[in-house]
């Protein structure tokens, strides 16, 4: 069956230190690959697309990167604050079909501690 | 503008009632979902849309009708819902189906049925 998976529910880091989340799939052959975050009682917020042909992807402090090979994805944010205290959620749609099924790992809430 | 809006925020209703969820863009996009999403899960695709017609109805139970009556507007009609149907619904677009772009979520409504 497919299935996407996010390392962990939670993560606790210190501000400044460097948060890295995983995201894992199996039985899927995306093209792309989606980050998004989530604050409480909020929809989510697009941050960053990765394409298959492209290794790592970087905007301000976030860095993805995408393994084909693997099936993983890795979500950098680096000198954490506070504020990026969040639910982080990776999405893929199967690359083979245009049919608009975006589909959500359960996400990784992390706590940036000052 | 670059905004989901969906209205209303919060909803409480009984379970022999008719209401409305609306959702309005107005970023030229023509694909447009609904999702739904329970405490500390990740957001499940109910229906997607691309130019006014149904595209995907994930097997949702017909008590939820949506409609989508122009290219800005969605609408999602509910009758005799059941408790477990209490959730946030999330309204989302994207451009279209044919690329692959990040999803504008909306607020969400925040739907209790008593």
């Known amino acids: 069956s497919q299935k996407i998976e996010q390392n962990s529910e939670a993560l606790n880091i210190q501000e400044g230190k460097t948060a890295t989340l995983t995201c894992n799939y199996t039985n899927y052959s995306p093209a792309y690959l989606q980050w998004y975050r989530q604050d409480p009682g909020r929809g989510p917020v697009f941050l960053l697309l990765?394409?298959?042909?492209?290794k790592e992807k970087r905007k301000e402090r976030l860095k993805v990167t995408f393994d084909t090979t693997l099936k993983q994805s890795l979500f950098h944010i680096t000198a954490s604050q506070p504020a990026d205290s969040a639910t982080y959620l990776c999405?893929?749609?199967?690359?083979?079909?245009?049919?608009?099924?975006?589909?959500f790992g359960q996400g990784t809430t992390l706590q940036v501690k000052p | 503008d670059t905004e989901v809006t969906q209205t209303p925020k919060h909803l409480v209703m009984g379970m022999t009632n008719k209401k409305s969820l609306k959702c309005e863009q107005h970023m030229g996009h023509r694909a447009m979902y609904w999702y739904k999403q329970k405490a500390k899960k990740p957001p499940e695709l109910m229906f997607v849309y691309s130019y006014e017609k149904l595209s995907i109805n994930e097997s949702v139970p017909s008590r939820f009708s949506p409609e989508c009556p122009n290219s800005s507007l969605l609408n999602l009609h509910l009758h005799a819902l059941q408790p477990e149907d209490s959730a946030l619904y999330l309204c989302?677009?994207?451009?279209?189906?044919?690329?692959?772009?990040?999803?504008?979520f909306g607020s969400g409504t925040r739907l209790t049925v008593v």
């Open positions: 990765i394409r298959e042909n492209e």
């Open positions: 989302a677009s994207s451009q279209d189906l044919g690329r692959e772009n990040g999803y504008t």
């Open positions: 999405a893929l749609r199967e690359g083979s079909s245009n049919t608009g099924k975006l589909i």
